[in-house]
């Protein structure tokens, strides 16, 4: 199985931590600092008081410790040799610490080869100064990122202010331009760009900002070409709806924000999904009741050319949740019908639990409701042909945050989930009967 790497270099204060940590969350992977143990190991010596900074001492020491990390979501705490040292990284004199004794090849050894260990494990976007040039020259897409030294001492004096550190802007000035200097003169593998990394200069950005950009550029790098067919059957579709039932589409801008994106919709007809198609664009992936498809060959054909993620309702192997993931990392639009099948009255129906075990699963922060108007009647459950002429109207909503689901997910809160997004879309289809219908 393979996992995919986001990288982001550049030197101190530049944003890269902080980007990480959001972008780590807007996606729902891992985060992995690698100056936390640079700053581990600078940490455990200073508690043991251990001065010596020459490669033979670091090399015995390094030669019997053992680094672990422990997530809490996203985020982790570092442990070496058993010792919690996160309360200690955030700390100045550890920094500099850690630049001085991360220009020796037995600590980057240890450091580099724990990080590719971790990041076997999993989805991660890790962060440091050789990242993608040494660490993981191989990642799937690479950053760096850089800012005025006035703008970064400016930062970095606030940030210590704010864990209410004494310091002051020419003090922290001075600490960043020595740590610039360590860190992009040393011989082995200095701070450097590299060749194929996105640089983006943070000066005059916010950090939303600068994260739009960075998501943007990932789903770029993700985002495969559909083929020709699939582009054309799509604005075939466009045009289809937009003629026969005078399409009207609510909300577009939403759609454009979920980055790939989990998307659900009622579901009441076989209109249903080429409609979504036509509006998501044609690498939307649809999730499909492996039941459903087997026995009914009409769907069977025509799903054919589209790509579906088949399930068993009653069995969600953590292989069907891997597909999900990497199909909405990719970029791909993955919609749900958490009804789990067509409602024959119109009304929208209690939600089975697909759609929450994949949010729970998968760590979906986002997800898009999407409220399909008028498609009942223009194809009922019980015609055999959709009645052409009807009126179609689209609400998109905006995406919905989701926050503090836990993996393996207790009923309880799976059950809450999958009230809390019925509830979007049922306010979305009062939305349509009052203004719309
Ligand atoms: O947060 P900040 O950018 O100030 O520093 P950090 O990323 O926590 O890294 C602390 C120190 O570890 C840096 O000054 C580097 O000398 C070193 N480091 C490194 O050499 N290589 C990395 N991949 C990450 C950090």
Redesign the pocket.
């Known amino acids: 199985m393979t996992h995919f790497i986001i990288t982001i270099d550049g030197p101190?204060?530049s944003g890269?931590?902080t980007l990480a940590k959001k972008i780590a969350q807007r996606l729902g992977i891992n985060y992995l600092?690698?100056?936390?143990f640079?700053?581990s190991i600078a940490a455990f010596l200073i508690l043991n008081e251990d001065s010596a900074e020459d490669e033979g001492f670091l090399l015995g020491f390094l030669q019997n410790a053992t680094l672990k990390l422990e997530y809490e979501g996203s985020f982790a705490r570092y442990f070496l040799n058993g010792v919690d040292l996160s309360p200690y990284l955030r700390n100045e004199q550890v920094?500099m610490k850690?630049?001085r004794i991360?220009k020796f090849g037995v600590v980057r050894k240890f450091v580099n080869q724990n990080l590719q260990a971790i990041c076997k494990k999993g989805d991660f976007i890790a962060?440091?100064?050789?990242?993608g040039s040494k660490v993981f020259p191989k990642a799937d897409v690479k950053f760096f990122l850089t800012a005025s030294i006035e703008s970064r001492a400016k930062r970095r004096e606030l940030e210590q202010k704010t864990m209410g550190t004494e310091t002051s802007f020419e003090k922290v000035l001075e600490q960043l331009l020595q740590?610039d200097e360590?860190?992009s003169k040393r011989k082995i593998d200095p701070l450097v760009k590299p060749a194929d990394a996105i640089f983006i200069d943070t000066t005059s950005f916010t950090t939303d900002e600068v994260c739009e950009q960075m998501l943007v550029n990932i789903k770029k790098k993700f985002v495969v070409r559909p083929s020709w067919y699939r582009v054309l059957i799509g604005s075939f579709l466009k045009k289809f709806f937009k003629i026969f039932f005078r399409l009207q589409v609510f909300g577009e801008g939403n759609a454009e924000k979920v980055l790939g994106g989990l998307v659900y919709a009622n579901h009441t007809s076989y209109l249903d999904a080429p409609l979504l198609l036509s509006i998501l664009g044609p690498n939307t992936v649809f999730v499909a009741s492996k039941r459903v498809i087997e026995k009914n060959i009409f769907i069977r054909c025509v799903t054919r050319f589209f790509p579906l993620i088949l399930v068993d309702e009653k069995n969600m192997p953590r292989d069907f949740f891997r597909i999900c993931n990497k199909e909405i990392h990719k970029g791909s639009p993955v919609v749900i019908f958490p009804e789990g099948m067509r409602s024959i009255t119109g009304e929208i129906l209690s939600f089975k639990e697909g759609l929450a075990s994949i949010i729970i699963h998968c760590k979906i922060t986002e997800v898009l409701p999407i409220y399909l108007g008028g498609v009942y009647k223009a194809w009922p459950k019980e015609r055999l042909f959709p009645v052409l002429w009807k009126k179609i109207t689209v609400l998109i909503s905006k995406p919905l945050c989701i926050t503090g689901h836990k993996e393996g997910g207790a009923k309880e809160p799976r059950n809450a989930l999958t009230e809390h997004l019925k509830k979007r879309l049922v306010d979305l289809e009062k939305q349509y009967k009052d203004k719309y219908e």
């Open positions: 101190s204060a890269k931590s600092d690698s100056g936390a640079y700053r920094a850690a630049s991360a962060d440091g100064r050789d990242l740590r360590q860190d």
